[in-house]
Structures are given as C-alpha cells and as structure tokens.
C-alpha cells in the first residue's frame, strides 16, 4: 500500500466512468472535482472500473491525478502501475499458468483474468468459416473511425486492445445463438453493447474488483468496498461492494441490483458521485 495512505476512512473505491463519473452526454466531471480533491487528499484509493482500454485511460488518469491501478475492458485485465505497493497473493502468484506479470505495457502491469485479446482473435479467426463478423482487427483506423464518428487518436486508443475484441455481428439471430454456443466451449463470454458485442474471457467488473480487493486487504484487510456505477454491466461490480451506489442516469432506467442496502443517487452522473461520495467519506 503506498506509504502516504491513511488508515480513516476505510474505504477502497470502485468507479464506473461513461455516466457515471463522466456526464453522460459530454464527458465532463467538472461536477465531481472536489471529490476527487479529498480521495487525492485523503489517499484513498479509488479505481476506475470501466470497459475503456489502458491507452484510453491514460489521459484522464493523468488529468485527475489517480495514479491507482485500473480495471480495463470490463473486467477482462487489470493495469497496475509499475512500482505500486501492492503484491499478488501467495496462492495465485504460484498457481501454475498464471497470468500475472504476462504483459507489461506503458509503465503497466497487465494482469490477465480473462484472456488475452491474441488468444481470442485465433478463436474468431476459426469462427470466420463459420459466421459472418467484424472485429476491430479487421478494420483499418479510417474504417472504425467513420463507423464510431471518433477522431483517429480516440479511434487508435480504442484499438489497443490486450483483452477483448469488439464485433459487429452481420448474420442472423439464429445463428447468434450458435455463435454464443460456440464462444462459451472456449470459455468466452459476449457483452451486448450499444453497437458492438464484445468478446472476452470469464471474466467481468464484479470479478475483477474482488481480485484486486484481495490484494488491499493483505495489507488493509479492514477496507471496505464501494462501487458506482450506472449501467447493466456494473451489476457485478454493484453486487459485489459493500456499500454499491447505483448513480441515476438520464438515459436508461437504474439497473436492477439485488442488494438491499444500495444507494440510488438523487442527482446525474459526476453529481450524484459527488454527493454519494462525499456523504459516505462523512459516515464510515
């Protein structure tokens, strides 16, 4: 644990990013910046949870000061900072074919806890015979920028992939099904999003924070989970945490959390964060 963190309040942080502490509709998280002042203070580490990639998250990173390992991809890794206080358990670190310390990438620790995106581009590339799709790795940088109306840097980030390949399915429903059949016997899983379904290995948001939060609490074993978040895919995320905090959205209904002690937040996006934030750090 790095050695300016204080014992009080004993919180470990898990956040959501696209609507949740970004606004939903310009990214901005303006509303939520003395927040992220006292967490930095306070030496609370809080961790984005996200589908983003590594090379998308740099930046923001870099702008909010968070210099806490991350959860990419929906789960499928998590990138710790090289020189981060923060030890793999005994147990995994010697558990044949790990994957821990199989990438290092931009002053990262890549830690795979799905599989790599190498491994699941041979799996679609056997697939291709089979059913009609397109990945990212068959897209030029010009192709997926005018399909997503990203710029290229945005575009080029996005592509920097290490854990999952994003695909836009061309064939029929019935025979989705059988490519879902076919993607579980390789242990993978799909995620429906907006206009793209990812392909990823067993792993998702709630997974990868208990993970992580096994290697805080060899240290801090006295943390406590919280998790913000505001769409479907954080459900794992959200019941998993000790305290879950749903953050309204403007866009879709909250999703539905099967735990009795989460919070709905009153206000949008980084506001909501905030608030919740700020009235937790005040009570535990």
Same mark, same amino acid.
């Given at each position: ?6 014992a009080?309040?004993n ?9 949740t502490l970004?606004d939903h ?6 509303p ?6 006292l967490?930095? +203070? ?5 961790? #984005? ?7 998308? @998250?740099?930046? %923001? !990173?870099k ?10 991809e929906?789960?499928?890794?998590i990138?710790i ?9 005994p ?12 990438l ?17 581009l041979d ?30 840097t945005?575009t ?5 992939r290490h ?7 061309q064939d +029929?429903?019935?025979?989705?099904d059988? #490519? ?7 242990? @993978?899983?799909? %995620? !429906?999003?907006g206009?793209?379904?990812?392909v990823?290995g067993?792993s ?12 805080y ?6 943390l406590k989970?919280?998790a913000?978040?505001d ?6 995320m ?9 953050i ?6 909250p999703?539905s ?12 996006g980084p506001?909501?964060?905030s608030?919740?934030?700020?009235a937790?750090?005040?009570t535990?």
């Amino acid at each position: 644990m790095p050695s300016n963190q204080v014992a009080t309040p004993n919180l470990l942080i898990f956040t959501d990013l696209d609507g949740t502490l970004l606004d939903h509709h310009n990214y901005s998280f303006s509303p939520a910046t003395q927040a992220i002042v006292l967490l930095n +203070t306070l030496g609370i580490a809080w961790i #984005f949870n996200t589908s983003k990639t590594l090379a998308e @998250l740099l930046t %923001l !990173r870099k702008t909010l000061s968070n210099r806490h390992p991350m959860i990419v991809e929906n789960g499928g890794g998590i990138a710790i900072p090289e020189g981060y206080d923060l030890a793999p358990p005994p147990a995994l670190s010697r558990a044949k074919n790990s994957s821990v310390r199989d990438l290092t990438h931009q002053g990262f620790q890549l830690i795979t806890l799905g599989k790599r995106r190498t491994q699941i581009l041979d799996i679609l590339k056997a697939l291709h015979t089979q059913f009609t799709f397109t990945g990212f790795n068959d897209l030029s940088v010009t192709e997926l920028a005018e399909l997503t109306g990203l710029t290229k840097t945005q575009t080029e980030q996005a592509m920097q992939r290490h854990f999952s390949e994003p695909i836009i399915w061309q064939d +029929t429903e019935e025979k989705f099904d059988k #490519f879902r059949h076919r993607i579980s016997e390789h242990s @993978l899983d799909l %995620l !429906r999003g907006g206009r793209f379904i990812h392909v990823i290995g067993k792993s998702d948001k709630g997974i990868a924070m208990r993970w992580l939060t096994s290697l805080y609490h060899q240290a801090r074993p006295e943390l406590k989970t919280v998790a913000l978040g505001d769409g479907e895919n954080d459900i794992a995320m959200l019941e998993n945490a000790d305290f879950p905090v749903i953050i309204r959205s403007p866009a879709h209904n909250p999703p539905s959390v099967q735990r009795k002690n989460t919070i709905l937040t009153q206000d949008y996006g980084p506001n909501g964060w905030s608030q919740a934030l700020h009235a937790l750090l005040k009570t535990k």
